[in-house]
């Protein structure tokens, strides 16, 4: 991925851990607030500032943690999620959480998206809109953001990665 501004961008990859671990009251997402595998009858997107989700990542922290950008017109969005979503299955969430961030111009459209899916029963998903995006200098979706166990962040990418090599990144990372 080019570097437009490659002294901002490690400036930016540099402070945010040290952010995340900063700010770190307890902010709950809908999908972390209820059991694991009951099904929650009415959906509602929560709406997240760049605070408040460097905040829920922090609270995280000793975890792997994969962050998905998407947004409902992303084609390759489409491919990946579902295998985020049986990935989530496969992987124990004590070593990884995988927190999805829509970043649709639009939350209805997002939240419609998201539900289709079935998204929100996998694993936390927010909106995060135009402000997130540029906190996360997105230029492209999907964007993956994985942070270590330390909460510093190890890859930050965007395209589609194949489930099988992102896995085995993701083990490699929890095995350390």
Not at 116 to 125: C, F, K, R, T
Request: with cysteine; aromatic share 10%.
């Amino acid at each position: 991925m080019g570097n437009r501004h490659p002294l901002l961008r490690r400036l930016v990859l540099w402070l945010l851990p040290a952010v995340m671990l900063a700010v770190a009251p307890a902010f709950a997402a809908p999908a972390a607030e209820r059991p694991q595998g009951q099904a929650q009858t009415a959906f509602s997107l929560k709406h997240v500032t760049v605070n408040e989700l460097l905040s829920f990542l922090a609270a995280s922290h000793g975890k792997v943690i994969l962050v998905n950008f998407f947004a409902e017109f992303c084609g390759p969005c489409r491919k990946e999620i579902p295998e985020l979503m049986k990935l989530r299955k496969e992987i124990p969430e004590k070593d990884l959480l995988i927190v999805g961030v829509a970043i649709d111009e639009n939350i209805r459209e997002a939240a419609r998206f998201i539900k289709s899916l079935g998204i929100q029963d996998a694993y936390p998903v927010f909106y995060g809109g135009d402000e997130v995006s540029r906190a996360y200098r997105i230029d492209a979706i999907p964007f993956n953001v994985v942070y270590n166990r330390q909460g510093r962040i190890e890859a930050s990418e965007a395209g589609y990665v194949p489930v099988s090599e992102l896995k085995k990144f993701l083990m490699a990372l929890i095995r350390r």
